[in-house]
């Protein structure tokens, strides 16, 4: 079956604009994750979505930061005004199991860079 | 304070050779630990966990509680081996990963 879809691949702003990255999660996955992967920072947590309940968005590092999932399924990250320390890859995942243990299941990422 | 220490940023070893990443980790509780590893071109996937207690691809991984260590073994490295490698953590009560920064391992023929 189809894995974890995130579009676009890539990315390309200038420092001010907005941006929109979206995720497919695997079918039937309750839980979707968002990380950032940067140079010299390794894999960040940004925001957990599980099921009906409130998003975890304890890692989202600052208020131009935010991320919906609609419908259980599909979730957009949005980050406005965008800096030059926001380009990265962005990563997201989705997993059947929660409370631990469970598998993630990453997509291929989307490469924001911001001019 | 969650924290996971992977102290080696490159690892280089030959073929046949022995491997250990090494990892650490800083958690109040009885976290969940896992290695991840992305190949060239491919996305991060799990290898193994330690709940697991499983090899995969002749990996193996003991959680040592008294060290706060969840270091990466395989006897005998194979170039197909060669990729990026992270540790990460997660807690009872959440499933967010907490990542390592990541080792390279690169094993040369």
């Known amino acids: 079956g189809a894995g974890v879809s995130q579009s676009p691949s890539n990315k390309v702003t200038e420092k001010g604009k907005d941006v929109e990255l979206r995720c497919d999660p695997i079918?039937?996955?309750?839980?979707l994750y968002w990380y950032r992967q940067s140079l010299g920072q390794g894999l960040e947590f940004l925001i957990y979505?599980?099921?009906?309940?409130?998003?975890?968005k304890s890692g989202l590092p600052s208020d131009r930061f935010s991320a919906e999932r609609t419908g259980g399924s599909v979730s957009t990250l949005t980050i406005q005004r965008t800096q030059q320390e926001d380009s990265a890859v962005y990563l997201c995942?989705?997993?059947?199991?929660?409370?631990?243990?469970?598998?993630?299941?990453f997509g291929p990422g989307t490469r924001l860079t911001v001019l | 304070a969650q924290r996971v220490t992977q102290p080696e940023k490159l690892l280089s070893v030959f073929k046949g050779a022995p491997v250990e990443l090494k990892c650490n980790y800083s958690?109040?509780?009885?976290?969940?630990l896992f290695w991840y590893v992305q190949y060239s071109r491919q996305r991060l996937q799990l290898l193994l966990r330690?709940?697991s207690r499983e090899s995969i691809k002749g990996f193996t991984a003991d959680l040592n509680k008294g060290e706060t260590s969840f270091h990466l073994k395989k006897p005998f490295a194979q170039e197909e081996d060669s990729a990026m490698y992270y540790c990460?953590?997660?807690?009872?009560?959440?499933?967010?990963?907490?990542f390592g920064t990541g080792t390279r391992l690169q094993v040369f023929p």
């Open positions: 979505f599980q099921g009906n309940s409130a998003p975890d």
């Open positions: 079918s039937g996955h309750t839980a």
């Open positions: 330690h709940i």
């Open positions: 995942a989705s997993s059947l199991i929660p409370r631990g243990g469970g598998e993630q299941f």
């Open positions: 990460a953590l997660s807690g009872l009560n959440t499933d967010k990963l907490i």
């Open positions: 958690y109040s509780g009885s976290p969940e």
